[in-house]
């Protein structure tokens, strides 16, 4: 079991920047697949960035290239998604996920086991 708690969401102008942290607790020894997902109301959740905790390589969906890059500090059990040039289209709750089953696309939610509750960025134009 893998218990993810998210933060940093907040309200911001367009062309901004925010940083959302993601704190890992149990079961996360080994190479762990840790992801970011956004979702707006009635719309699914869409894969934003992943990265493999030992590997150390990032992923990024097609919004997300040029403007975020996910890191982590492993001494922390921490992911870390920076954000910039913000746009209205990034509104959303950010979700951050632990636990690739291996069956699914990496940027898939369907390829999670565990989910954090969320935080909710806003962005205005």
């Known amino acids: 079991q893998v218990q993810l708690v998210e933060s940093g969401g907040a309200s911001v102008q367009a062309g901004g920047s925010l940083r959302l942290s993601c704190v890992a607790s149990?079961?996360?020894?080994?190479?762990?697949?840790m992801g970011w997902f956004r979702q707006v109301p009635g719309k699914e959740r869409e894969g934003v960035a992943a990265?493999?905790?030992?590997?150390?390589?990032?992923y990024y969906g097609d919004s997300a290239k040029g403007r975020f890059t996910i890191s982590q500090d492993n001494r922390k059990n921490t992911v870390y998604l920076q954000m910039n040039r913000l746009k209205s289209e990034d509104t959303g709750m950010y979700y951050c996920?632990?636990?690739?089953?291996?069956?699914?696309?990496?940027?898939?939610?369907?390829?999670?086991?565990?989910w954090g509750q969320g935080t909710q960025v806003t962005v205005s134009s």
């Open positions: 996920a632990a636990g690739g089953k291996g069956y699914y696309s990496i940027l898939s939610p369907d390829e999670y086991r565990y």
């Open positions: 149990g079961d996360t020894a080994g190479d762990v697949l």
């Open positions: 990265i493999r905790t030992r590997s150390d390589s990032p």
